[in-house]
């Protein structure tokens, strides 16, 4: 038999130990501690034997370091005599050059109690030497199956004890909730606008309640075949990401039945304990932006809990050489991976940088600091690196930090990083100058360098793509016609009235990429280019996903114009939605926006509910509900409240 004594010390080695076990279980951690616990016996066994034939040694030899300890100790007790029994003042203990043996005797002659307590220490020496030696001969008697077995045992042992870790909510730290205001009904008072609301009340429900019937606990529907849908951005695992993405449009629009039928199974099927690789950054901003908005609106502490359950599980993401998170992250072992389609193994600008908002809300609400730390240190590395143009590249490689290729883009693998910094700022109650000043330098760059007009006159932002513009524009960048309205109070040198009128221009241009289709309804992609104005060519380019970026625009920029267009291009998209989209089963995507006989994706998006028919609400409803002073939306258009600074400063600094 190999002897244990032998072992490498190493947590993944066994084979020492029983050779060619492949039955051997492959739990890294439990071998570790189950290898380490009999080494540490030997070795104790080993230390105490040495102790102990130290201590035994004839008395006249010199051990410094023992006796040091010993006077250790002693030292409250040779304080007393030292006052008057003991004047030599050989007894000062503290090396003052005596000599230790002389030391030693000198202190059994004078305090009886030191003998005895020398005497006990060497009886329980002794007692500890024998014990371990005894244990240690037992563990080299037994058997390898009877050590396989205990380790077996202890492997249990220590997947229960993680189970136990694993369930059951955490206590979180009472906090004030911040004041919420603007949760009210929101009526317009015009009927024509009221009667358009109801309708787009009666599409949510219609989304809600096909997906409630056919696709329940999924995380999509597939509203023609009418079943579950999903994709790898939930990890293939059932987590119902519809029903928290929808949860806070059910309550802005008053769908209280559907909310809580919602909220009840979020509570006893919502488990974050699965073998799933999911997208940090989709599952930060649909369940963690979903859920903190469900509990601010309802005041549920359920969902608190929830949230923070996933935070945790998100957390690992971040464990890279740079602490520039993942792309992914496995929510049970926390291993993570970056996609495999990203330059040069890199992580993606509008994903580690999209995390913001929700992580400062979870510090907010748990009192931990390493949500707003992990998210700020991100900050900190990338105000630190060189930015070609000023722009920022959608490519970071987590483990250099170091920019992969140079792709800039306010539309995908881009957009929401910007979103998020004019956002930290409005969220802090304007006290977050910081990511204020780094938003403003990143637009005056896009200006300079992305943003265009074409030869028809319209204002488009194109993608820095190698060292020259790409004059495409991407569904997704027309968020970015919002983002200007919301940043324009409070941008630099008066430039206001500058970037409101930006923001109208590309609302402008987006609702041109929806009028200038057969189906009203916006391509994915759009180029101007060779002759073209706004339109898609190639046919990967020509679908609608029921994505809400145009719409989203749409909103803001009537919240800050109160121009009936807004409201009239909204009520456009809203009609060609529901003649081109609906289906029995729900909302579909189509593929051709150009072909007057479109075939569908057969995808109901979650975020068409979180989004695309809040934003469709909230622009046919008063400015009273959900105002902007007091909320922000999330890139998922989930709200989160504004953090008054006193609030901020108390759980931050
Ligand atoms: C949403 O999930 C979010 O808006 C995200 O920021 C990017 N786009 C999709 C919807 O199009």
Redesign the pocket.
Known sequence: MTTPALLPLSGRRIPTLSPGASSFPHHRATLRLSEKFILLLILSAFITLCFGAFFFLPDNSKHKRFDLGLEDVLIPHIDAPKEGKHASGQVVIHGQGAHDEHRHRELKVLFPSFREEEESLRDKIRADHERALQEAKEKLRKSREELQAEIQTEKSKVIEDLKKKDVGPKPLPPVPMPKVVGVSDGEPADPDVKEKRDKIREMMKHAWDSYRQYGWGHNELKPLAKKGHSTNIFGNSQLGASIVDALDTLYIMGLHEEFKDGQEWIDQNLDFSVNAEVSVFEVN??FIGGLLAAYYLSGQEMFKQKAVQLAEKLLPAFNTPTGIPWAMVNLKSGVGRNWGWASAGSSILAEFG?LHMEFVHLTYLTGNPAYYQKVMHIRKLLAKMDRPNGLYPNYLNPRTGRWGQHHTSVGGLG??FYEYLLKAWLMSDKTDTEARKTYDDAMEAIERHLIRKSNGGLTFIGEWKNGHLERKMGH?ACFAGGMFALGADGSPDDKAGHYLQLGAEIAHTCHESYDRTVLKLGPEAFKFDSGLEAVAVRQNEKYYIL???VIETYWYMWRFTHDPKYRQWGWEAAQAIDKYCRVSGGFSGVKDVYSSNPTYDDVQQS?FLA?TLKYLYLLFSSDDLMPLESWVFN??AHPLPVLSKADVQRKLF
């Open positions: 901003i649909r999209t957009d929401s997704l994505r809400p970026e975020f989004e890139t998922e």
